[in-house]
């Protein structure tokens, strides 16, 4: 039994509607691709056993015929929004990935950072139900030892900024990475500002 769905980059997200939903010239059963939150499109194939049409691209659609044949159909933006308002606003928000810099050779954020910084609290809040990972990093001067201490105690300020705020401790995971994982390949010693940061993921 078809259904009608919408494609969000490679996730299928499904969705029943009532018939009145639906503009006519779309029928009954619909398969509509949409973008992911970075623009980027993934691929489904839409088969009735015989025929077979393939969605590659955004707001790329199919229906399904009275006679239960699969075919081609033009879908606009106004008909994602009209046809699945209420299933799209009941999704969860996607995961979300925000990256902070800090002053060289400290766990205090940049000025630009420290400012960014409530972006990611605004994004947590905008959750009913979240878990975030925070992600300490250095650049390659100093000593490893070291870095790995000051990537620790980044992601560690970061987190206490959050439970500052109200957020819950429990659903906060922190990890240090030092110089390990460089965002910026560099020699070592080598002071690179965009290799001093604290990788936030939200999801």
């Known amino acids: 039994m078809f259904q009608r769905r ?27 691709v949409l973008p992911d939150e970075n623009g980027k499109v993934g691929a489904v194939t839409v088969t009735d056993g015989t025929n077979a049409v393939l969605l590659d691209s955004a707001l790329a659609a199919a229906k399904v015929t009275s006679g239960n044949k699969v075919e081609p159909v033009a879908v606009t933006s106004t008909d994602v929004d009209t046809i699945f308002a209420r299933a799209l606003e ?11 810099y800090f002053v060289r050779d400290s ?6 950072s420290d400012k960014e910084f409530g972006l990611v609290f605004a994004d947590v809040k905008k ?13 390659t001067t100093g000593e490893e030892s070291y870095n790995a201490q000051l990537s620790i105690k980044r992601a560690q300020a970061i987190r206490d ?3 500052s705020r109200g957020i819950d401790p429990v659903l906060i995971e922190v ?3 030092g110089e390990w994982d460089l965002y910026i390949k560099t020699i070592d010693e080598k002071a690179e500002p965009q290799n001093r940061r604290v990788e936030v993921m939200i999801r």
Not at 16 to 32: D, S, T, Y
Request: proline share 6%; net charge positive.
């Open 6 to 32: 919408v494609i969000r980059g490679l996730a299928i997200l499904g969705a029943l509607l009532a018939a009145a939903c639906a503009e006519p010239r779309l029928g009954k059963n619909l398969v509509i």
């Open 90 to 100: 009941a999704q969860p928000r996607p995961p979300k990935r925000f990256r902070l």
């Open 107 to 112: 766990d205090d954020l940049t000025e630009e």
């Open 127 to 139: 959750r009913d139900a979240y878990e975030i990972q925070v992600t300490g990093h250095t650049d």
């Open 161 to 163: 900024r959050l439970v």
């Open 175 to 177: 990890y240090g990475r």
